[in-house]
C-alpha cells in the first residue's frame, strides 16, 4: 500500500467516483460532474441464499443520482487538487430504508523541494456502504467482502518523502499513513445481538509506517528494499465473542473477548523489483515475509506469513490499458467466529490471495469498454489456537460500455457480479446489478 494508492479498485464501484478521480489530475482548475442511472439490483443486502428465501423481496428496481466536483492548482513546484463525490441510491421495492447516500472527498498535495527531495500528504475520507469504497487500498485484498449498512466512516490520511537521485541511480522514501475505520453498528443499535456488532468486529485504528530504499541497477530495472511496520489498533470495547457454557478454552485465555483484544501488529520485510520492458509495458514485484503478533496470546498465536505484491500494466493501443494486481498478505476480517468440537472460538484475522485485472479498450472514437474482475482466497482462523482454518472465495466481475456523444455527455450501460463462497455458514451470497444512464461533464 503506497500513498499513490488512493484509486479504488473493485467491480462494485460505480463510474461516479472514476470521475472525480480523473478530475484530479484534469488540466482545468475546476471539474464538474454529474451521473443520472437507473439499476436493477437483485440482492441489494447481500443475504445469503439460505435467508433470502425467508424475505419478502430482497431485489428492486431503482435510481442513482451522482455528483461531482474537483479543484486543481499547479504553482510552480507545487500541485494541490480536492474532489467530492456524493452518490444518492433509491431502492423502489427494498424494505427500509429505501435510500443509500455516500460521500466520498480526497485531497493530495505535492511539492517538490528541489530536484532531489519532494513531499506528497494526501487524505481521503468516505462514509458508505459498499466495501470496494470503504477498503480504500490499491492492492485487491477485500476485508470486508458484503455490503454494510448504515454510515460508516473511513478516513485515510498520510505522508511521504521522497528522494530521488537519478543521477547516481539511488532513490527511497519513508512515510506514515494512518487509517480510521468507524462502522455505525454497535453492541446498542444492532438489531440481531448485542455481541458481534460490526463495530466490535471492524472499528479499529491502523498506523502503517514504511520505508523503502531503491538502486537503479541497469537502465530500465530497478532493486528494492523495504520495511513496513503496521499497528492495528481495535477501538471498541463492545464484545465479539462470549464462550457458550460447556466450551473448552485454551490455557489462561478469557471467556469474553471485546473489539479492543483483537489489537496485533505486523513487520514487513520484503525485496522487489521495477522493470520497463518497453514504452508500453511495465511490471513491479515485491516477495518478503510477514510476522505478526497479537495481543491476546492466549486464543491467538504469533505468526509468520508469506508477504507478496505484484503488478503489470501494458498499454497496448492508442487509448487501451490493461492493469493486471495480484497480492499475498493476512489482513482484518469481518468473521468473527470458528466452530470446534469443543463450541464457537474467536477468530482474528485472515491470510488472503488476490488477483484483479482491469482492462480499457477503445473500442471506437467514441465507444469505450471498461472490464474489470477478481478473485480473492482466504483462510480464516488459521492463529486461533486449535482450529483449523476455514476458506472463503470471493469473486467480483463488472463490464461498462460507455458512448461518449461529445466531451460533456456519455451514455454508459455496466454489469456487475459478486459472489461469495464460504465454508462459513449463512455467508455465502451471490449479487447481480445492472446500470444504465448517462454521465455529464463540464
Given at each position: 500500500m503506497t500513498i499513490a494508492g488512493l484509486a479504488v479498485l473493485g467491480a462494485a464501484v460505480s463510474l461516479a467516483p472514476v470521475l472525480a478521480q480523473d478530475a484530479m489530475i484534469n488540466q482545468k482548475p475546476y471539474s464538474f460532474g454529474l451521473a443520472l442511472r437507473g439499476f436493477?439490483?437483485?440482492?441489494?443486502?447481500?443475504?445469503?441464499?439460505?435467508l433470502r428465501t425467508t424475505l419478502k423481496h430482497d431485489d428492486s428496481f431503482g435510481f442513482d443520482v451522482s455528483p461531482s466536483v474537483a479543484y486543481n492548482l499547479k504553482h510552480d513546484n507545487t500541485t494541490f487538487g480536492v474532489s467530492y463525490v456524493y452518490n444518492f441510491r433509491y431502492y423502489?421495492?427494498?424494505?427500509?430504508?429505501?435510500d443509500d447516500q455516500s460521500h466520498q472527498a480526497n485531497m493530495k498535495l505535492s511539492h517538490a523541494f528541489n530536484e532531489v527531495f519532494s513531499l506528497d500528504v494526501i487524505d481521503s475520507f468516505v462514509i458508505a456502504q459498499e466495501p470496494s469504497i470503504l477498503d480504500p487500498s490499491i492492492d485487491p485484498t477485500r476485508t470486508v467482502p458484503a455490503r454494510v449498512s448504515g454510515s460508516n466512516v473511513r478516513n485515510l490520511a498520510g505522508i511521504q518523502f521522497n528522494a530521488n537521485m537519478a543521477e547516481k541511480g539511488f532513490g527511497g522514501n519513508v512515510g506514515y499513513q494512518n487509517?480510521?475505520?468507524?462502522?455505525?453498528?454497535?453492541a446498542s443499535t444492532s438489531a440481531v445481538s448485542a455481541i458481534g456488532s460490526r463495530s466490535a468486529v471492524l472499528d479499529r485504528m491502523v498506523h502503517l509506517?514504511?520505508?523503502e530504499g531503491n538502486y537503479q541497477v541497469l537502465p530500465k530495472t530497478t532493486a528494492s528494499l523495504e520495511y513496513r511496520f503496521r499497528y492495528d489498533d481495535y477501538t471498541s470495547f463492545d464484545p465479539f465473542y462470549v464462550a457458550a457454557p460447556g466450551t473448552i478454552l485454551p490455557p489462561g485465555a478469557p471467556g469474553v473477548l471485546v473489539g479492543n483484544d483483537k489489537d496485533n501488529w505486523s513487520h514487513f520485510a520484503s525485496v522487489g523489483v521495477r522493470q520497463q520492458f518497453n514504452?508500453?509495458?511495465?511490471?513491479?514485484?515485491?516477495?518478503?515475509?510477514?510476522?505478526?503478533?497479537?495481543?491476546v496470546t492466549s486464543w491467538f498465536k504469533d505468526t509468520m506469513s508469506p508477504f507478496a505484491e505484484a503488478s503489470l500494466r501494458w498499454v497496448y493501443m492508442e487509448?487501451?490499458?490493461?492493469?493486471l494486481n495480484v497480492s499475498h498478505s493476512r489482513i482484518p476480517t469481518d468473521t468473527r467466529l470458528g466452530t470446534t468440537a469443543s463450541g464457537l472460538v474467536p477468530i482474528s484475522d485472515q491470510e488472503a490471495t488476490a488477483v484483479q485485472l482491469s482492462v480499457n479498450h477503445a473500442i471506437t472514437a467514441k465507444l469505450t469498454g471498461i472490464l474489470q474482475g477478481g478473485y480473492q482466497h482466504s483462510f480464516l482462523g488459521e492463529t486461533t489456537r486449535n482450529l483449523q482454518s476455514a476458506e472463503d472465495n470471493l469473486f467480483f466481475a463488472g463490464v461498462t460500455l460507455l458512448y461518449?456523444?461529445?466531451?460533456?455527455?456519455?451514455a454508459e450501460v455496466s454489469y456487475m457480479y459478486d459472489h461469495l463462497d464460504s465454508d462459513f455458514a449463512l455467508r455465502s451470497f451471490t449479487r447481480n446489478r445492472i446500470f444504465v444512464g448517462t454521465r455529464l461533464s463540464l
Open positions: 436493477y439490483d437483485d440482492n441489494y443486502f447481500t443475504y445469503p441464499k439460505a423502489f421495492d427494498r424494505e427500509r430504508p429505501r487509517t480510521l475505520f468507524d462502522y455505525e453498528e454497535n509506517i514504511k520505508a514504452p508500453n509495458l511495465s511490471g513491479s514485484l515485491k516477495l518478503g515475509a510477514q510476522y505478526t503478533q497479537y495481543q487509448g487501451s490499458s490493461a492493469q461518449q456523444f461529445n466531451p460533456h455527455v456519455a
